[in-house]
């Protein structure tokens, strides 16, 4: 066995209905005293509860998808003028998203309180998106000092959202499998992933009101976000990437949709691989265990019904091979990704 693995230095408290408490204590491990929280809209009232004890300076509302720059120098300005000392992030993954992109150029931590699947709160890949197009790259100053995990604060996560944020959590598990920096460690801790939410999702959809799926699912998006931070990005996420960019496509539903694809495709060139998902899933082969788990949650099945058009195949098709990592493990020929997206398109069984 012979590899290099990075291990991100960051504090990961999980406990539920005990955010407030465990905020408050990494903020004063920090020593700040001027807070800044950032909460869309829908996340507000979320926030005001759970930072409802600490010393803050401005709260920022104003958070859009894929961080638009002009939305991120107004939350820089804002940070400035308000002389922050710390950046509270309260929600999903484009509000961690701008929480990020303030720290990229302002160096001031974050403390990341996530309540969807994203996990951008384990990584230190930021985003920033101009004219349409979307910049990414890795700063170890974006990535948050602490994340407090509590599972009572994706209740109000609707289920639709729940279950296509969680398969864009398991999509970073299965890409982890084959993607550029692979490894020992990071495959066991996708692994470790798939099995958790697998074993969540389900439960969500079925009490919504329930904690113990939540927990299992939240506990599981953590271990899949720090695989894919620590292994980078597949085949997969190089293809969601292209048809968000060119189609404006929603992030998770585009994830959820694309992955079953993606998987079927690679597995029977990863013995390995294929054999341990399938095992985490709990199924004779990974894809009837990604398949099965898709139809239990009812995630969404085709790129046409999330507004991608039929015309733009081809176009998507060569700009994935482009953009393909060179060591997947089956070669990335435009004949098969032309067949794979308009399969995902037209949403048919995988080939
Ligand atoms: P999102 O943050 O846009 O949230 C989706 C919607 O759900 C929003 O309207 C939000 O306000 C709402 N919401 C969030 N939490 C809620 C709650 N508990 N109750 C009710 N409503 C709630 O979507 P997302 O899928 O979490 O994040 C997507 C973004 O994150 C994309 O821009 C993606 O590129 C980025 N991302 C980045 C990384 C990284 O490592 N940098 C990783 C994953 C995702």
Same mark, same amino acid.
């Given at each position: 066995?012979?590899?290099?693995?990075?291990?991100?230095?960051?504090?990961?408290?999980?406990?539920?209905?005990?955010?407030?408490?465990?905020?408050?204590?990494?903020?004063?491990?920090?020593?700040?005293?001027?807070?800044?929280?950032?909460?869309?809209?829908?996340?507000?009232?979320?926030?005001?509860?759970?930072?409802?004890?600490?010393?803050?300076?401005?709260?920022?509302?104003?958070?859009?998808?894929?961080?638009? &720059?002009?939305?991120?120098?107004?939350?820089?300005?804002?940070?400035?003028?308000?002389?922050?000392?710390?950046?509270?992030?309260?929600?999903?993954?484009?509000?961690?998203?701008?929480?990020?992109?303030?720290?990229?150029?302002?160096?001031?931590?974050?403390?990341?309180?996530?309540?969807?699947?994203?996990?951008?709160?384990?990584?230190?890949?930021?985003?920033?998106?101009?004219?349409?197009?979307?910049?990414?790259?890795?700063?170890?100053?974006?990535?948050?000092?602490?994340?407090?995990?509590?599972?009572?604060?994706?209740?109000?996560?609707?289920?639709?959202?729940?279950?296509?944020?969680?398969?864009?959590?398991?999509?970073?598990?299965? =890409?982890?499998?084959?993607?550029?920096?692979?490894?020992?460690?990071?495959?066991?801790?996708?692994?470790?992933?798939?099995?958790?939410?697998?074993?969540?999702?389900?439960? &969500?959809?079925?009490?919504?009101?329930?904690?113990?799926?939540?927990?299992?699912?939240?506990?599981?998006?953590?271990?899949?976000?720090?695989?894919?931070?620590?292994?980078?990005? +597949?085949?997969?996420?190089?293809?969601?990437?292209?048809?968000?960019?060119?189609?404006?496509?929603?992030?998770?539903?585009?994830?959820?949709?694309?992955? !079953?694809?993606?998987?079927?495709?690679?597995?029977?060139?990863?013995?390995?691989?294929?054999?341990?998902?399938?095992?985490?899933?709990?199924?004779?082969?990974? &894809?009837?265990?990604? !398949? +099965?788990?898709?139809?239990?949650?009812?995630?969404?099945?085709?790129?046409? =019904?999330?507004?991608?058009?039929?015309?733009?195949?081809?176009?998507?098709?060569?700009?994935?091979?482009?953009?393909?990592?060179?060591?997947?493990?089956?070669?990335?020929?435009?004949?098969?990704?032309?067949?794979?997206?308009?399969?995902?398109?037209?949403?048919?069984?995988?080939?």
């Amino acid at each position: 066995m012979r590899f290099i693995h990075d291990s991100l230095p960051q504090r990961v408290r999980f406990a539920t209905g005990a955010a407030p408490e465990n905020l408050a204590a990494e903020v004063a491990a920090l020593g700040a005293q001027r807070v800044m929280v950032i909460a869309g809209a829908s996340e507000r009232e979320l926030a005001d509860r759970v930072t409802a004890g600490l010393p803050v300076v401005h709260r920022h509302a104003d958070v859009v998808m894929h961080v638009p &720059v002009e939305v991120a120098e107004r939350a820089r300005a804002a940070a400035a003028a308000s002389r922050a000392d710390v950046l509270v992030s309260v929600g999903g993954g484009s509000t961690t998203g701008l929480a990020k992109a303030v720290a990229l150029s302002t160096g001031l931590p974050i403390v990341a309180v996530p309540t969807t699947y994203a996990g951008s709160e384990a990584t230190a890949v930021w985003g920033l998106t101009e004219d349409s197009v979307k910049t990414t790259g890795t700063d170890a100053r974006v990535l948050p000092r602490a994340i407090v995990y509590d599972a009572a604060l994706t209740l109000g996560l609707p289920v639709g959202l729940s279950v296509a944020s969680g398969l864009n959590a398991l999509a970073h598990c299965v =890409d982890s499998m084959w993607a550029p920096r692979s490894d020992p460690i990071n495959q066991a801790l996708a692994a470790e992933g798939v099995r958790a939410l697998r074993a969540g999702l389900p439960l &969500v959809v079925k009490d919504q009101d329930g904690l113990e799926g939540r927990e299992q699912a939240l506990y599981g998006a953590y271990l899949s976000a720090v695989s894919f931070a620590s292994a980078g990005s +597949g085949l997969h996420h190089k293809t969601c990437h292209v048809l968000g960019g060119m189609f404006n496509l929603p992030h998770a539903q585009t994830h959820a949709v694309v992955l !079953t694809h993606v998987l079927a495709f690679n597995a029977p060139y990863t013995e390995g691989a294929e054999q341990r998902l399938a095992a985490a899933f709990g199924s004779r082969t990974a &894809v009837e265990g990604l !398949t +099965g788990l898709r139809d239990q949650l009812g995630a969404p099945r085709s790129l046409r =019904d999330l507004g991608m058009p039929g015309e733009g195949v081809a176009a998507a098709a060569e700009a994935v091979v482009a953009a393909a990592p060179a060591g997947n493990p089956r070669p990335v020929t435009l004949d098969a990704i032309t067949g794979l997206i308009h399969d995902a398109w037209e949403g048919v069984e995988p080939r």
